[in-house]
């Protein structure tokens, strides 16, 4: 028996020829490895785009302070997706809470961007910028049994004003010093003027009446008008500038084309 392992006889091949074939079916293997692995990465001009519930520019479909991607929807969402699909770069969304923190994200890491926000001169330099998605009227809003008239906001000083946190227009108020006193979401201000909390409810027009609505708070009106800003998406400065001209092209098209005027009749 001890012959036995000689009984069937294979063909010589050359240990050079082997050893060849070995290295080839390794290679080929890495190579479908690799491949494989980028498949499942985001290419290297994918954004990473944060944004907050702000109706009805931007907003979970479930109403909560979390969503992504399809889950989010709103004015500018709809508007950010188009220009993004006819700049030909890739992305992807998330709805987070609060404000401060998505803010910083997109102000410290390269790749990040945040919508939409009011494009002000102490903020011109720490962003680039893509836009004007679309306005935001600066108003105060009063209960609609109020007595408050005022033509100016230093007639506002005497009020107890309600704020966002970290929004610009408390920012704005606060440099001013009227002291508003900040919620950490911009609809419980409603709740507080209909309770007496506040007097004035300082917040974007027509954000605060959406927001109102889905509180339950109709009828409020408009006390004052006192600044118009502009809203855009504000990118890392880290994002190369040629990324941000081919966004700012898109949203341009988009806007000559009547695009977004199509996109704001949709919601408002």
């Known amino acids: 028996m001890a012959g036995s392992r000689h009984s069937l006889r294979l063909p010589w091949i050359p240990v050079a020829f082997m ?5 080839l079916a390794l290679a080929s293997s ?5 491949a494989t692995a980028h498949a499942e990465e985001p290419s290297d001009t994918a954004l990473v785009l944060l944004t907050e519930n702000f109706p009805p520019y931007n907003m ?7 969503a992504k991607d399809e889950n989010i929807e709103g004015i500018a969402v709809d508007i950010v997706r188009e220009t993004f699909k006819r700049a030909g770069i890739s992305y992807n969304l998330t709805l987070r809470f609060p404000w401060e923190r998505i803010y910083k994200l997109a102000l410290e890491k390269p790749g990040y961007g945040v919508f939409v926000m009011a494009r002000l001169p102490d903020r011109e330099a720490l962003f680039k910028w893509v836009g004007p998605i679309g306005p935001d009227d600066w108003v105060l809003l009063a209960k609609a049994d109020s007595k ?26 606060e440099k001013q010093g009227l002291n508003p006193v900040v919620a950490l979401r911009d609809q419980d201000n409603a709740s507080k003027l209909m309770d007496g909390q506040i007097d004035l409810w300082a917040t974007g027009d027509p954000a605060g009446r959406y927001l109102a609505r889905q509180v339950g708070v109709n009828g409020l009106k408009t006390v004052l008008r006192f600044n118009s800003a502009q809203l855009y998406l504000a990118l890392n400065k880290d994002v190369p500038d040629e ?8 949203l341009d098209e988009l806007r000559r084309d009547g695009r977004v005027d199509e996109i704001m009749a949709q919601y408002l």
């Not at 050893?19 to 290295?23: A, Q, S, Y």
């Not at 979970?60 to 979390?66: C, I, R, T």
């Open 30 to 34: 890495s190579m479908l490895m690799v």
């Open 243 to 250: 990324v941000v001209a081919r966004l700012q092209a898109a």
């Open 148 to 173: 408050i008239q005022l033509d100016s906001l230093e007639r506002a000083r005497r009020y107890k004003i309600g704020a966002y946190k970290g929004d610009a227009i408390a920012q704005t108020l």
């Open 60 to 66: 979970a479909k479930n109403g909560k302070n979390f």
């Open 19 to 23: 050893f060849k074939h070995l290295l």
